[in-house]
Structures are given as C-alpha cells and as structure tokens.
C-alpha cells in the first residue's frame, strides 16, 4: 500500500496499518488461567493483555471465575 508522508508528503510504501490480530485460542486462554489461577499470570504467559483474555472469553459468554473453578455451562 502506498500513503503519503504527513511529514515530506512523498509516496511512502507501507506493509499494513494497524497490529496484527493476535489469534489465541479460547483453550490456551482457559488452560492458562486453570494452571495460573491468576489473570495477570496468564496474560504475561500468552503474551497478551488483561482486557484481550477478558474480550476471549466474553465472546464464548464465559467468564474468568468459572473458567478458574472449571464450571462450565
């Protein structure tokens, strides 16, 4: 892709915009946290935020107590 320089204003070539998706699975998220038993543990374990483990599992409807005492629905 090709944008222009807001500094010089020449055509710059770039490879994308933004960071790329991250992609963990909703297992390796669950399987951290049961092992960890702690979210901060687990985000620093996946390479990933607090918030980014939170949105997984509220996209499956779960949410981090049930998955750390291993209820499931």
Not at 30 to 37: G, I, N, T, V, Y
Not at 58 to 70: C, N, P, T, Y
């Given at each position: ?14 490879d ?51 998955v ?6």
């Amino acid at each position: 892709m090709i944008v222009e320089c807001p500094h010089c204003g020449k055509p710059v070539v770039v490879d994308g915009l933004g960071r790329k998706p991250l992609n963990i699975p909703l297992k390796n998220v669950c399987e951290s946290l049961r092992s960890h038993r702690s979210m901060v543990a687990a985000a620093k374990e996946l390479g990933c935020s607090e918030g980014y483990i939170f949105g997984v599992l509220k996209a499956s409807r779960l949410k981090v107590k049930d998955v750390i005492e291993g209820k499931s629905k």
